[in-house]
């Protein structure tokens, strides 16, 4: 989605390195969710955040959200194997009335052990 | 509680012909999502049900239909297959308002030849 653009494309750490993905959106955010996918799996809700400055963490993975910047950054710190796999972000747009989620095309994740 | 279920997980069918799929959202979650993912287009919204009604569309053609059981259990619906139908559905279930927190199923792998 053009909407919404994740950076890295993909990228590939070393076991125990941090890393960040950006998602930044060309409209103004409401709620930002971020997701993991297996290939060709379903996806994994991880965090959902609606509040500008909000910041919140599951296990070794943190994510916040600037409302003025556009942004939300998902950190993963000392990665595992087990991290690995696609991570997408998705965001609520102010123009539907109901559950209608457009997703940036997602960041590819390798962990190298 | 159980998570959303698809099925089939796979189908494999031929240009011209129709397929439906099934999608039961977790229990009490009144919406139901369809997403189509495919490598070029990424995770793109179909629509979505909410009390049987269709409360959303994505930018797809009339071939894809859908519709809402009383019991919130959904079917998507594609006519007349093409190939580029190839693609992993996914459906995702919400409770149906705000904030819209979406839990998604492992979705059907569906190959048009």
């Known amino acids: 989605s053009q909407e919404l653009e994740q950076s890295p494309q993909s990228l590939i750490v070393q076991e125990g390195k941090n890393l960040t993905i950006n998602c930044t959106s060309s409209?103004?955010?409401?709620?930002l969710y971020w997701y993991k996918q297996k290939y060709g799996e379903g996806l994994i809700f991880l965090m959902m955040l609606q509040k500008g400055g909000e910041e919140k963490s599951h296990e070794k993975i943190t994510a916040k959200l600037d409302e003025k910047k556009q942004q939300s950054s998902l950190h993963i710190t000392a990665s595992q194997p087990s991290h690995a796999g696609i991570y997408l972000c998705g965001a609520d747009f102010w123009y539907n009335a109901g559950n209608m989620l457009t997703f940036g095309g997602g960041t590819r994740l390798m962990v190298k052990p | 509680k159980a998570g959303v279920t698809q099925t089939p997980r796979y189908l494999i069918k031929t240009r011209g012909q129709q397929v439906t799929l099934s999608c039961s959202p977790i229990?009490?979650?009144?919406?139901v999502s369809w997403y189509q993912q495919t490598p070029g287009q990424g995770l793109q919204f179909l629509f979505e049900?909410?009390?049987?009604?269709?409360?959303n569309k994505g930018n797809f053609p009339g071939r894809f239909s859908g519709r809402q059981f009383s019991n919130s259990r959904s079917e998507m619906n594609v006519s007349t297959l093409e190939l580029g139908d190839s693609a992993l559905y996914l459906c995702?279930?919400?409770?149906?308002?705000?904030?819209?927190?979406?839990?998604f199923g492992p979705g059907t792998r569906l190959t048009v030849t």
């Open positions: 995702a279930s919400s409770l149906g308002g705000l904030p819209y927190e979406q839990y």
């Open positions: 229990s009490g979650h009144r919406s």
């Open positions: 409209k103004t955010l409401y709620g």
């Open positions: 049900y909410f009390s049987e009604t269709q409360r």
